[in-house]
C-alpha cells in the first residue's frame, strides 16, 4: 500500500532503467510497479555517445532524457501499456513549472497510477537538479502540479548538494503523496587524457556505490515526513531492499541492477519476500525505532 | 524477443589465438539458443565490484548448442574474462540484437577489421552454402591475422592486407574494397571493424547497401536503458544493442 493505493509487492523498477515497460512485459507485470523513462513535453534527442562509463561499484550516465516527448508518449507507447497488471508510474520531467503542469495534464488515462515528478535529473542542465535543489522551487512545482492531477503524485528528490529532508517536507506540504529517494549522484569520468568520457561530459553515478548514502537519506527523510518514502539507490539484491525498509521506505525503486539482468528486479522481489519470511514477518516500524533508539 | 533471465554456461575450450585474442567454446546448460549470424551475448565478467555491467560479444561460430567467442583483450573486463580456466562457468544473456539479413545466391563481401572478422565468421559459415563468398582481412600486424585458414575451409576466397606488409598486401582494408567491388556483380556487403573503416567503405560502396556491424558502449544490451544510440540520417537515434547491431550504414550517420 503506497497512499492508499495497493501494489503487489513493494519492488518497482526505476525510471530510465526499464524502458517504458515495453521490452520486457512479462517482468513488468510480476512487479509491484514500473516507472517510465522520463517524459518531457517536447521529444528530446538525448546527449552525444559515449552515455554510459562503468566505475568502481556503479556506473555514470548521461542519457540525457531521450524520449518522443508526451505526444507519441500517448499514441504509440501508452496503447502497448494497457493491461498491465502492475502499477504504472510516468516519470516527468521539464525545466519549468508550467511544462510539467502540461504534461500532468495530459496524462489522465486510468492505466496510469502514479506521475513521478522528477526534479532530479543531473543530465539537464536548465532544469532538473536545480529545481530539485530549492526547496521553494519544489514547493511550487509540486502545488502547481497537484492542483492538476488526481493521481497518486510522487516527488523523485535529488540529494545532489541539498539536504532531501528539507525538500521532502516541502513536497510533503504542497500535497505530494510520496516522495523518491534518491535520484543519481553528480559524477564525473575522465578518460586518459583526462578529458570527459562521457558525451554529456558530466553524469549521474548510480550502483552499489552509492547504496550507503542513499540508505542515509531514506532514514533521514522518513524521519523528516510523514507520506511514504520509497527508497533507491544501487539496491542490487533482497538484503539491501530489506535494509531500505528498515531505513524507513515503504517500498524500493531497482534500477541499475535491471541493466545487468532484465529480471532482476524480480529476482528481488523473491528474495525479499524470503528474507521477510525468515524474520517472521517483521514489522519494519519496530526495526526503525528500536534503531532510533541505540 | 530478447531473453530476460541469464544462463550459466562452461567454458568448454579456451585457445590463445594471438597475442592478445583468444578463443571460448561454451556450452550454455539446460537451454537451447539458437543465434542467428549478428547476433552478441552479454557476458558478465568473473564477480568483482569493479566489473558491473555485461561485455557484449558476438557469436563468432556455433556447434550443436555450443557457442564460440573470440575475444579482443582490450580492458580489465576481456582481461578477466582471458584468465579463466575451461570448466569455469559464466554468467551469459543472450543473443541479443537484431540479426544480420541472409541472402541467397548472390556475392558476398565480408569486410572484418581486427577482431571485427569474428561475427563475420559464423555469417560466412550460414551463407557459404548457398552464395560465393569473398572475404577481406584487415589488420596492422601479420601476426594479429585469425581465422584466415576457417574462411578458406568454407571455400571462401580470401584477401588480406597487413599494415606491416608480412601478409597479403601492405595497406589498409579499405585500399583492397574498391578494386574487389570492381570485379563483383551486384554484391553484398557486410563489414565489421572500426567506424572509420565503416564509414570508408560505405562511401566506396556508393549506392549498394552495406551492412554494417556496430559498436557501442552498452548498459544494458537489451534496449532499456538506451545508452547505445547511433545517429539516424533522417534524425533521432536507434538502439545499437535492439535496431541493431547490424544495420544498413545508409540509413546512420557515423
Ligand atoms: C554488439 C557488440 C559486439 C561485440 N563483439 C565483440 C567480439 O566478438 N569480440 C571482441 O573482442 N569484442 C567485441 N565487442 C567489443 C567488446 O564489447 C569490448 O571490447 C569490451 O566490452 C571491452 O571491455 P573491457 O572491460 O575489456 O574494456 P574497458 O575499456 O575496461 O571497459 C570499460 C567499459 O566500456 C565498455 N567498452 C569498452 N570498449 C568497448 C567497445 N569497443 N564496444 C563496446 N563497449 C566497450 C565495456 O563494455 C565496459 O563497460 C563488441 C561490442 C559490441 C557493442
Ligand atoms: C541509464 C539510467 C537512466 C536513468 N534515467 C532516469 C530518468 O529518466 N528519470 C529519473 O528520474 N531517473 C533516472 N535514472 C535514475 C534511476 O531511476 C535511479 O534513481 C538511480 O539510478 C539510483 O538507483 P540505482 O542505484 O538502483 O540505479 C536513471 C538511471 C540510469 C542508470
Ligand atoms: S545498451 Fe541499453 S539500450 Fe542499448
Sequence with gaps: ?294 | MNPATSISASIIRKTKLTSEIFSLWVKPENTESNPAPGQFYGIKPPDNADLLLRRPISVADTKNDRLRFIIRVTGKGTAALSRLPAGTKIDILGPLGRPAPLVYNKNVLLCGGGVGIAPLFYLARILAPSNRITTIIGVRRAEDLILVNDFRTLGARVLISTEDGKKGIKGILTDLVPRILDKMAEPVIYACGPREMLKKIDEIAGNLPVWGFLEERMGCGTGICYCCGIRKKTGGYLRICREGPVVNLKEVDL
Design chain 1, 1 to 294: 500500500m503506497l497512499a492508499g493505493v495497493k501494489f503487489r509487492n513493494p519492488v518497482i523498477a526505476a525510471s530510465g532503467t526499464f524502458g517504458f515497460g515495453l521490452e520486457y512485459r512479462q517482468i513488468a507485470q510480476k512487479l509491484g510497479g514500473i516507472v517510465t523513462k522520463a517524459i518531457t513535453l517536447e521529444p528530446r534527442a538525448g546527449n552525444p555517445m559515449p552515455r554510459i562509463a562503468e566505475v568502481c561499484g556503479g556506473i555514470v550516465n548521461s542519457v540525457g532524457l531521450e524520449n518522443p516527448g508526451i505526444q507519441r508518449f500517448k499514441t504509440e507507447i501508452l496503447p502497448r501499456l494497457r493491461n498491465l497488471k502492475s502499477r504504472l508510474i510516468v516519470n516527468i520531467a521539464g525545466s519549468k513549472t508550467d511544462e510539467f503542469v502540461q504534461i500532468a495534464e495530459m496524462l489522465e488515462e486510468d492505466q496510469i497510477t502514479a506521475l513521478e515528478l522528477n526534479l532530479s535529473c543531473p543530465n539537464v542542465r536548465e532544469g532538473g537538479v536545480l529545481l530539485g535543489q530549492n526547496p521553494k522551487l519544489v514547493k511550487n512545482l509540486t502545488s502547481a502540479v497537484r492542483k492538476r492531477t488526481r493521481k497518486l503524485l510522487i516527488v523523485k528528490l535529488t540529494a545532489n548538494f541539498v539536504d532531501p529532508a528539507v525538500t521532502a517536507r516541502a513536497a510533503e506540504d504542497s500535497g505530494a503523496d510520496a516522495v523518491t529517494v534518491i535520484n543519481t549522484l553528480f559524477g564525473l569520468v575522465l578518460d586518459e587524457n583526462g578529458q570527459p568520457l562521457l558525451g554529456g561530459r558530466t553524469g549521474g553515478l548510480s550502483g552499489p556505490a552509492i547504496k550507503p548514502f542513499a540508505l542515509f537519506c531514506v532514514d533521514r527523510v522518513a524521519a523528516a515526513v510523514k507520506i511514504p518514502v520509497i527508497g533507491c539507490g544501487g539496491i542490487m539484491n533482497g538484503q539491501d531492499a530489506y535494509e531500505f525498509l528498515c531505513a524507513g521506505a515503504k517500498m524500493v525503486q531497482v534500477g541499475t541492477a535491471n541493466l545487468i539482468t532484465p529480471d532482476r528486479s524480480w529476482k528481488i522481489v523473491r528474495e525479499l519476500a524470503v528474507i521477510c519470511r525468515l524474520k517472521k514477518s517483521v514489522q519494519f516500524k519496530k526495526v526503525r525505532k528500536a534503531r532510533c533508539k541505540k
